[in-house]
């Protein structure tokens, strides 16, 4: 992380103030964490989204990192309830439990699939992706990215759907890649792997989560290695993503959305929402016909 145009003094306070949350995290970070590193399984699915509505053209995609999937009744009541939000055609939601992503796709009427990637070592919980589309999901896979947090040995993943949208059909990614305990390249690796995971004939795609992209430069590499797959960063301009950031040197955008095939006709981000550390984010968009 570059943290530009301090001088000694704010160096100082700044770490004063971010020692004790580094202590705290670098005990946690020691702790060894259960991993589910077969792609198989384990595997979560259900239907619960009523006949899919008449395709009008447009498509809304919302990612959201639920911290922990603790807070899914009020997540439920943000995604069911703030305008933005609520009718949404794809969720993408990251740091999910089996619980939580069902009570979600219960209560909204969602069809989904979700993978977990470990058990995590703070609430003892199954901790990973789920993709969640009102209309049918025809396949799906569990991606495991590269190199493993270099104390706990967590992994992370991709959770790929394949949606039939209409006559389209639409890859749909949800994407969790690890935080700055892992080096830069490693991080970029992950994102690397995402793209190979992309077949050259899906002209429809999706790809969106938490990057974990904590300075300019990540998100400027990001983009560029994305882009390899033809993938524009939709989200765009949405502003910083996560909340609580004591520190103030979060400030990019740690949540993003990438499409391949579609045009972006608005995008944002939901400040009401209250259900996690990350802010939800959210596109609409125009699939682009061609030939």
């Not at 239907?47 to 911290?67: D, Q, R």
């Not at 039939?164 to 690796?189: C, N, P």
């Not at 995971?197 to 990057?211: A, Q, R, S, T, W």
Request: charged share 20%; net charge positive.
């Amino acid at each position: 992380m570059k943290i530009q145009n301090i001088g000694p003094h704010d160096g100082h306070n700044l770490f004063l103030k971010t020692l004790p949350f580094c202590v705290l995290m670098i005990f946690s970070a020691c702790a060894v964490i259960k991993n589910y590193d077969q792609p198989q399984g384990p595997l979560y699915l259900g239907n619960f989204a009523a006949v899919p509505p008449a395709y009008t053209g447009y498509l809304k995609v919302v990612s959201y990192n639920i911290e922990f999937g603790e807070k899914i009744s009020q997540a439920a009541a943000e995604l069911g309830n703030i305008p933005e939000l609520e009718d949404a055609d794809i969720l993408l939601l990251q740091e999910m439990n089996p619980n939580g992503v069902e009570t979600l796709a219960r209560t909204l009427r969602f069809n989904y699939i979700y993978y977990p990637a470990s058990v995590h070592v703070k609430n003892k919980m199954d901790f990973g992706n789920a993709v969640l589309s009102r209309w049918p999901i025809k396949s799906f896979r569990k991606v495991i990215l590269p190199h493993k947090h270099p104390f706990r040995k967590q992994i992370r993943i991709a959770v790929f759907a394949l949606i039939q949208v209409g006559r389209f059909e639409i890859l749909a990614s949800s994407v969790h890649t690890e935080m700055e305990w892992l080096i830069y390249t490693k991080r970029m690796d992950q994102i690397e792997t995402i793209v190979k995971n992309i077949p050259d004939e899906f002209k429809y795609v999706v790809v969106g989560g938490d990057l974990n992209t904590l300075d300019i430069e990540c998100v400027k590499l990001a983009e560029k290695i994305l882009g390899q797959a033809d993938l524009s960063r939709v989200s765009k301009g949405v502003g910083p993503t996560a909340k609580g950031d004591f520190t103030g040197v979060l400030g990019p955008e740690l949540d993003q959305i990438y499409t391949r095939g579609m045009t972006l006709i608005k995008n944002g981000k939901s400040k009401n929402a209250k259900a996690s550390d990350h802010f939800p984010i959210w596109v609409e968009l125009k699939i682009t016909e061609t030939g």
